[in-house]
């Protein structure tokens, strides 16, 4: 499992320089057909750099942010808006019902995800699928997504669910049964914008609502019990 120490995430580093020989091809191709300068040319080179800085936030890792240490709390493995709190069927793992929590990512948000809590990854499988708009509900189940069991020294355990949406077209995670899971630590990350589902028992205590914004390894979203 790595740890991160760069301001900016590595899987960044091929879509910035692309983004940029593009962006610099196009200002190029710009001043040898039209070499005046005219008002619009100025209106192109501040999108150019809007559009890179944008790209470069996106990959921007949090070093500074600290990892909230609360016992039997489930922190919150994304940033973004709590966009479900409901009682579902889950079919894939458990096969009963579980309390889902549904945080869905903007192309603003941090987009690395984090182990929520302290145990030992049990279960990770890919699934391939479609591409709804990350708010549909069926798209915690269509999509394309990742699934990952985490259970507790005290056999707890939470599913989460990284989900790709109608922008976002590569999940990262670098997990695998077996691996250690320590709340704040790196999980992977999905690339511009979707969302991440939290499966949880029924008896544990939500600490968020709906339209609530959470910070990736920093607000609790909940208490087990």
Not at 57 to 84: E, K, N
Not at 159 to 164: C, F, G, T
Not at 189 to 214: C, T
């Amino acid at each position: 499992m790595k740890r991160i120490h760069k301001r900016i995430h590595e899987e960044g580093n091929k879509a910035i320089v692309i983004n940029l020989l593009v962006v610099a091809a196009i200002i190029v191709g710009i001043n040898v057909f039209w070499p005046r300068q005219d008002w619009w040319h100025i209106v192109v080179y501040v999108l150019s750099a809007a559009f890179l800085a944008l790209i470069v936030r996106f990959f921007r890792v949090p070093i500074s942010r600290h990892t909230t240490h609360l016992q039997h709390a489930v922190l919150s493995p994304a940033d973004g808006v709590v966009a479900a709190n409901e009682i579902v069927m889950e079919d894939e793992y458990f096969h009963e019902q579980r309390r889902q929590l549904s945080i869905f990512m903007s192309i603003y948000n941090v987009h690395i995800n984090f182990f929520p809590f302290d145990g030992v990854v049990t279960y990770y499988r890919y699934h391939p699928g479609k591409y709804l708009v990350a708010f549909n509900p069926k798209s915690s189940t269509e999509n394309e997504h990742n699934t990952i069991v985490i259970k507790d020294v005290q056999g707890r355990e939470v599913m989460l669910r990284q989900i790709a949406g109608f922008v976002a077209r590569r999940i990262v995670c670098d997990t695998e049964p077996g691996d250690a899971s320590i709340a704040g630590e790196e999980l992977g990350m999905i690339r511009f914008g979707s969302r991440v589902d939290v499966f949880l028992p029924l008896d544990a205590e939500v600490e968020v609502h709906i339209g609530q914004k959470v910070r990736g390894k920093a607000s609790v979203l909940a208490l087990m019990k």
